[in-house]
């Protein structure tokens, strides 16, 4: 009977164990849950998009009002386009834009939606633009946006329809043009590169991404890496023009300098992006040679050799005349794919 009873007991301890163990381990996941900002990515405000986008495509257009019908398209649209599917996106914004409801009620979206459509046509024509030969170009007028990146990050159609999503969502459309934009430059000739970032894609824009939808995070994500490093590229390329007085150009290199060290040490991403070796390997990676890059050319300039100019008189290019000597070049940010 004792041999019974201390087997029963054995029994109801382990069954007690096991319970207060699940217990322990499952409020562990609770907290890590809630702890964590951003992983790959993923922040707090995507798990309300996943809902979002689980309730809705959940449940047959049978099952769904007007307004419930409208929100699966919207949803699904912005569902491919956070994947670059852009051509998969299209069916859903033609959708969208004879949606009857969104018509009557939610317009705004439906314009955004319009607009990123016409930004996608005039973009294949670039595409196609920069693909002619330069006696074929010379022959063509260039296509031109109707509303550039910097529209669609300024938009407050997004936050109208999600309302506390905004971050989540808005963001999506300007950050794949970006891709697009930056997938066309790495394919355009040497000689376009410049002038190709200084028109569509300038500092300006990736500041106004940034300001919009990074600033305020306790963590970074890989995409915000790539916004980052875009905007240090672009303005490194700002930077390649003639000075009416030499001495400004140390200047403006030392402040963007300045601005890098900002983003490596910031308060709250500093891991992410810290010079010797942030979680983002690949853009913390970038600014630790973009300001290698920025300091060898101030080092350069205020040298009593300057780079040989071939072609150049030392004269003039001392009067200001710039002229990046490929040692002492940034390389264009390339990661956006990582």
């Known amino acids: 009977m004792k041999k019974a009873a201390g087997y029963y007991f054995k029994i109801v301890l382990a069954w ?5 163990f699940a217990c322990y381990f ?19 405000q995507s798990i309300g998009m996943a809902t979002v986008y689980d309730d809705v495509m ?53 314009e955004y939606f319009m607009d990123f459509s016409k930004w996608y046509e005039t973009y294949k024509e670039l595409e196609r633009y920069y693909n002619m030969t330069i006696n074929e170009r010379l022959e063509t007028t260039e296509p031109t946006f109707s509303k550039g990146i910097q529209a669609f990050i300024k938009s407050g159609a997004c936050e109208s329809y999600f309302g506390d999503k905004k971050s989540t969502y808005a963001s999506l459309v ?29 500092a300006e824009v990736y500041k106004a991404y940034i300001d919009n939808f990074i600033d305020g995070k306790e963590s970074l994500s890989d995409e915000d890496g790539n916004v980052i490093c875009g905007y240090i590229y672009a303005s490194f390329v700002g930077l390649r023009k003639n000075f009416a007085n030499a001495d400004a150009e140390p200047e403006a290199l030392n402040a963007l ?8 040490e910031h308060s709250k991403w500093k891991d992410d992006l810290k010079a010797d070796g942030g979680k983002l390997s690949v853009p913390s990676t970038y600014l630790r040679i973009a300001r290698t890059r920025i300091h060898e050319r101030i080092d350069c300039i ?29 390389d264009p940010y390339t990661g956006w794919d990582n």
């Open 16 to 20: 007690m164990v096991t319970i207060v």
């Open 26 to 44: 499952l409020s562990l996941l609770v907290k890590q849950i809630g702890n964590d900002k951003e992983v790959a990515g993923v922040n707090s």
């Open 174 to 202: 300007p950050y794949q043009q970006f891709k697009l934009m930056n997938k066309l430059f790495n394919h355009i000739s040497e000689d376009l590169k410049d002038s190709f970032i200084k028109k569509h894609t300038g």
């Open 58 to 110: 959940s449940k047959d257009d049978a099952e769904l009002d007007d307004e419930g019908k409208a929100e699966k398209r919207v949803v699904s649209a912005f569902e491919q386009i956070r994947k670059g599917s852009i051509k998969d996106a299209l069916p859903f914004i033609s959708e969208i834009e004879q949606n009857q409801y969104l018509i009557n009620n939610k317009p705004s979206i439906r």
């Open 257 to 264: 300098n300045t601005e890098i060290e900002k983003f490596q």
């Open 302 to 330: 205020e040298s009593d050799n300057p780079i040989p100019v071939i072609g150049l008189l030392v004269e003039a290019y001392k009067k200001g005349t710039r002229n990046y000597s490929e040692k002492y070049n940034l």
